[in-house]
């Protein structure tokens, strides 16, 4: 697990992603953190937490994780905890 503070900068409308029969919430949350700017992904009960609104600085635990798609590798940044 890794940690940092962001300041928020924009928090995308919920996608509702269906994963066989379960409905799944998703949302972007963009913002800065030092002077680099990152985009975390935020599931379910977590992406209607009252903290992720612009302008907010928030306390995030999040996880790493790549995969690879025909020789290709994608990142992805996901919080585990909101502070």
């Known amino acids: ?4 503070i ?5 928090v995308s409308d919920p996608e509702i992603i ?3 029969e379960k409905e799944l919430k998703m ?5 800065t ?3 680099k ?3 975390l992904k935020v599931w379910n009960d977590l992406a209607t937490n009252e903290k992720l609104l612009a302008g907010n600085d928030v306390t995030l635990d999040f996880r790493i994780e790549s995969r690879e ?3 290709r590798y ?3 940044l996901t919080i585990t905890k909101i502070s």
Not at 27 to 31: A, C, D, E, L, T
Request: hydrophobic share 35%.
């Open 74 to 76: 994608f990142t992805d």
């Open 27 to 31: 949302r972007w949350v963009i913002g």
């Open 69 to 71: 798609s025909n020789g």
């Open 37 to 39: 700017q990152i985009a």
């Open 33 to 35: 953190t030092g002077e």
């Open 1 to 4: 697990m890794f940690s940092t």
């Open 18 to 20: 269906t994963s066989g």
């Open 6 to 10: 962001l300041k928020i900068t924009k």
